[in-house]
């Protein structure tokens, strides 16, 4: 049988460039997290001025970008903080990581002579500033480009044709509909671009020295390829803009070797020369395989900038809600995910306005509060919703004669606010009961096994209590709530062990049986009172009722 254990000495690099910040996490053979690092945008990187680590245009609706050039200076600011941890960069066998999903960069037509030829006496950032047709990156956050979707879902024969062959329908974040804006509204740029990469292959670009390949699980978060094929789709890419494959490059599974790693980071930081670049995929797939969910029936939320709710599948069923993406630890299998954009920045907008900036205070009046929040019931969005779509605006109702039993006969009153207590409350639950109606509506495990929590909220316990009451099953927790970075490196050596057997073997022969590692999950809260799940159900069917009075007041995003 073959030998399918890590070299002893050998260290794995991971990490994620995501919407805040660039962290990293270093695991060693035994898959055990030796060092981590964090760049945050907004206060390591002050010269960018983003806020968030985005600019918020207020001129252009929904326009949402970040400054390219800060994620590369991100880059070489992390090395210089994990050399002075001391890391031995040497021993690093492989690297990979993730990226924000759609996000996108724009190459200028010759910058792939500038990428493999990086002088490594000087900073990253000093040799790519004239490297972009565009320098600001559109993100998953921007909701300016409803026209394009409605443009490219019409070209192909409508929303669910198109969320047949890419897995979703045209979303204003998705790639293809922003690359398709850009080219109508600044055609030179468009013109003058030789490569178009996603945050992920992006970053990978930067650690191959050339251009890297977009994997196949981030592609698919971009409305131009065919899911089952796992290859870019004629018909989506004839929808969305002219001479557009050639400037995507071609696609590459997530286990594939991008490349070796460029001289830069040899000569410059003293990696090996034989150390592997895996390729990148986007954050929500490196988190599925951070938190190294294999079984269809477990569900996965990720509390971050964004908050996800994901799950594998066998067979694909995308529809007019959520998405399917290749796995990216499965050659044959999909993800399946669901995905909000009012997540810790909303959460903290209420913490700042009820609970006077603290957590403490936050999760006190969580817990005094009682489960179902007397029938009040809060829709807060700070930010256009992804779903339901809806605009900003905060929506509160109390259900004065609500006890739970049934839906029938309940009086809804809108009201102006709640008492800080019951706006805590209500922000919790409401999103929660949200995941929960959009996860079953989407067909995914009702009620989950269980629920793997990650992200900055996941360490808070009043919060992981109202997800087990809810949904009505156990929640587990994995060492650090940064999945996604860990995920990069636990790919980086899964890439490594495919490329050593010339051939993909499955992620779990990584694991030992008695599993120390710091991917193992443990148990944080039991599932809660089955009584209260049904009153929470009661509360949900509600709730989707208000919802869909309000999509179809108010619209889409
Ligand atoms: C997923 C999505 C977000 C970003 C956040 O579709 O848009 O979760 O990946 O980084």
Not at 33 to 54: C, M, N, Q, R, W
Not at 344 to 371: G, H, I, Y
Request: hydrophobic residues 35%; charged residues 20%; contains cysteine.
């Amino acid at each position: 049988m073959a030998d399918l254990s890590l070299p002893k000495d050998a260290l794995f690099l991971g990490f994620d460039s995501s919407t805040q910040s660039l962290k990293a996490t270093v695991l060693d053979s035994n898959l055990v997290i030796v060092a981590s690092e964090l760049i945050h945008f907004d206060s390591d990187l002050p010269h960018y001025k983003t806020k968030d680590g985005v600019y918020r245009d207020p001129s252009v609706n929904g326009r949402i970008v970040s400054p390219t050039l800060m994620w590369v200076e991100a880059l070489d600011l992390i090395f210089q903080r994990l050399s002075k941890a001391k890391l031995d960069f040497g021993k690093i066998a492989a690297v990979s990581g993730s990226g924000q999903q759609h996000g996108s960069v724009y190459w200028k037509t010759g910058s792939s002579a500038l990428l493999s030829s990086l002088d490594s006496k000087k900073p990253l950032v000093d040799q790519l500033r004239s490297a972009f047709s565009i320098d600001e990156s559109p993100i998953w956050m921007d909701c300016s480009t409803t026209a394009q979707c409605r443009e490219i879902e019409k070209a192909v024969g409508g929303a669910l044709e198109l969320s047949k062959i890419t897995g979703s329908r045209a979303y204003e974040r998705f790639t293809g509909p922003q690359i398709r804006k850009i080219f109508e509204t600044q055609p030179e740029a468009y013109k003058n671009t030789e490569r178009i990469s996603l945050v992920s292959s992006f970053m990978a670009c930067l650690f191959i020295g050339a251009y890297a390949c977009i994997d196949q699980t981030d592609g698919a978060g971009m409305n131009l390829m065919d899911i089952k094929e796992r290859a870019w789709s004629k018909a989506a890419l004839q929808a969305t803009a002219p001479d557009l494959e050639q400037k995507l490059g071609k696609l590459a599974p997530a286990h594939a070797v991008a490349g070796p790693i460029a001289s830069y980071f040899v000569e410059r930081y003293n990696f090996n020369k034989n150390c592997l670049v895996v390729q990148w995929s986007g954050d929500n797939p490196n988190s599925l395989a951070g938190l190294t969910l294999s079984t269809p029936g477990d569900l996965a939320i990720s509390l971050g900038t964004s908050d996800t709710v994901f799950g594998i599948s066998k067979v694909p069923q995308p529809g007019l809600e959520g998405h399917v993406f290749p796995n990216p630890v499965d050659t044959e299998g999909y993800m399946v995910m669901l995905c909000y954009k009012n997540g810790s920045l909303t959460r903290e907008d209420v913490r700042n306005r009820c609970a006077e900036k603290s957590w403490d205070v936050f999760n006190k009046f969580l817990e005094q509060t009682p489960p179902l929040n007397g029938g009040k019931i809060g829709f807060y969005y700070k930010e256009h919703e992804i779903l339901p779509p809806l605009p900003v605006g905060f929506h509160r109702y109390h259900l004065e004669n609500f006890t739970g039993e049934t839906v029938d006969g309940l009086n809804e009153k809108e009201v102006q606010e709640f008492d800080p207590p019951s706006e805590v409350r209500a922000v919790i639950e409401g999103q929660f009961l949200s995941m929960r109606a959009h996860a079953e509506r989407f067909g995914m495990p009702s009620p989950p096994k269980r629920i793997i929590a990650t992200g900055g909220a996941s360490a808070n316990q009043s919060i992981l209590n109202a997800i087990a009451a809810i949904f009505g099953c156990d929640v587990y927790t994995v060492e650090r709530p940064d999945s996604a970075s860990l995920g990069g490196a636990l790919r980086a050596a899964h890439g490594w062990l495919c490329n050593k057997e010339g051939s993909f073997v499955p992620m779990s022969s990584m694991y030992k049986d008695s599993d120390k590692s710091s991917v193992s999950c443990k148990l944080s809260k039991t599932a809660g009172d089955q009584s209260l799940v049904k009153k929470y159900s009661v509360l949900m069917q509600k709730r989707i009722e208000i919802e869909n009075r309000l999509v179809q007041k108010l619209g889409r995003c």
